[in-house]
T-cell receptor
Framework: KAGVTQTPRYLIKTRGQQVTLSCSPISGHRSVSWYQQTPGQGLQFLFE???????NKGNFPGRFSGRQFSNSRSEMNVSTLELGDSALYLC???????????FGPGTRLLVL | AQTVTQSQPEMSVQEAETVTLSCTYDTSESDYYLFWYKQPPSRQMILVIRQEAYKQQNATENRFSVNFQKAAKSFSLKISDSQLGDAAMYFC???????????FGKGITLSVRP
């Protein structure tokens, strides 16, 4: 079974721009969670979607948003990028909402 | 709020030897999951092992086993017969059954000496 895929793998943006990251979960998985990883803050939970509904949200500003489609694929969007948004963004999928999460390879975002 | 603490930032082990990585956590919940994830230089987060809090038996996966002490809120990972491919960052994580959010520790960098 194919694993979680994330696109793009690398991205360079400038301050003020917006970016959309995509995540395709493992086939059959209905829950998708997003995490931000930085050297300073470590791994932080962004949000989780299950059956197209946001179930949980972390402590991030409203510039960070996401959605999930009927095929369970998910996108996250960051508007008005700031230098501090430079990070590795990891997507994880699970069969159900409280099951083991399997991670994708991540998208590395650099904001200049 | 739940917290996960990994107090050792780095550890080193000789190839073929055994190493134990420590993790403590804090929660008021009685039912939850605990995980160890491995993150090699490729940055891909790989599941190593999972422990359900309601199970008294410690989880094992081949060379990886845990020592789960629920009362002490301690969850250590033992790697036996260490291999060069075990070199990576290891994260301890907590998951509340009420939601799927994973709370991670800061991680520990494990190096394996040939």
């Amino acid at each position: 079974k194919a694993g979680v895929t994330q696109t793009p793998r690398y991205l360079i943006k400038t301050r003020g721009q917006q970016v959309t990251l995509s995540c395709s979960p493992i086939s059959g998985h209905r829950s998708v969670s997003w995490y931000q990883q930085t050297p300073g803050q470590g791994l932080q939970f962004l949000f989780e979607y299950f059956s197209e509904t946001q179930r949980n949200k972390g402590n991030f500003p409203g510039r960070f948003s996401g959605r999930q489609f009927s095929n369970s694929r998910s996108e996250m969007n960051v508007s008005t990028l700031e230098l501090g948004d430079s990070a590795l963004y990891l997507c994880a999928s699970s069969l159900l909402a409280d099951e083991t999460q399997y991670f994708g390879p991540g998208t590395r975002l650099l904001v200049l | 709020a739940q917290t996960v603490t990994q107090s050792q930032p780095e550890m080193s082990v000789q190839e073929a030897e055994t190493v134990t990585l420590s993790c403590t956590y804090d929660t008021s919940e009685s039912d939850y999951y605990l995980f160890w994830y491995k993150q090699p230089p490729s940055r891909q987060m790989i599941l190593v092992i999972r422990q359900e809090a309601y199970k008294q038996q410690n989880a094992t996966e081949n060379r990886f086993s845990v020592n789960f002490q629920k009362a002490a809120k301690s969850f250590s990972l033992k790697i036996s017969d260490s291999q060069l491919g075990d070199a990576a960052m290891y994260f301890c994580a907590y998951q509340n059954l009420a939601n799927s959010k994973l709370t991670f520790g800061k991680g520990i960098t494990l190096s394996v000496r040939p």
